[in-house]
């Protein structure tokens, strides 16, 4: 799960998490540094007497994985990609996406030229074959992040044409 989810999903719930959880370290004593994606969170703790399990955001994080995520998710997220489980079927492009990019992020799959080739295998025929046709601005091997914009706007593209030829 990307750290930014994580973020979003956690942050309301990590002042009654904090408070209750063993006692280990004083919030004076924390030292927080600016990137800290709850930075502000800490400082607006009341400060007396009440004491945390975690000394920081990526020791909440941690705990938090170990706890709520796969014991193994990176060998989970590569047995996926390995197979056709991932791939679009009847779904959108767009929850194609969201579990695609979760599946590259847990599988630690850095390499731009592989998680493109996964992509495009994965995708619906008619729109990777629409990818593959494609010789004038061909988008770079090497990133995936306009090939994913670019599938979502030939799936936008070929909805529209159904439409148009549906009412016709």
């Given at each position: 799960m990307p750290s930014a989810l994580i973020n979003?999903?956690?942050?309301?719930l990590l002042r009654t998490l904090l408070m209750t959880m063993n006692v280990s370290v004083l919030k004076n004593n924390i030292q927080m540094v600016g990137s800290c994606p709850c930075?502000?969170?800490?400082?607006?703790?009341?400060?007396?007497?009440?004491?945390?399990?975690?000394?920081?955001?990526?020791?909440?994080?941690d705990e938090f994985r170990k706890d709520f995520m796969l014991l193994d998710a990176e060998a989970t997220a590569i047995n996926v990609l390995e197979t056709?489980?991932?791939?679009?079927?009847?779904r959108s492009v767009d929850d194609y996406l969201d579990q695609f990019r979760n599946l590259i992020y847990d599988s630690g799959y850095t390499d731009a030229k592989t998680v493109v080739?996964?992509?495009?295998?994965?995708?619906?025929?008619?729109?990777?074959?629409?990818?593959?046709?494609?010789?004038?601005?061909?988008?770079?091997?090497?990133?995936?992040?306009?090939?994913?914009?670019?599938?979502?706007r030939i799936d936008q593209n070929r909805a529209a044409d159904e439409a148009f030829h549906i009412s016709h």
């Open positions: 979003v999903l956690l942050h309301p930075h502000h969170f800490w400082q607006e703790l009341p400060c007396q007497g009440i004491c945390f399990r975690f000394l920081d955001w990526l020791d909440f994080e056709t489980a991932y791939f679009q079927g009847k080739v996964k992509l495009c295998q994965g995708l619906d025929r008619r729109i990777s074959m629409a990818l593959a046709g494609m010789a004038f601005r061909r988008r770079s091997d090497t990133d995936p992040e306009a090939w994913f914009r670019l599938a979502v």
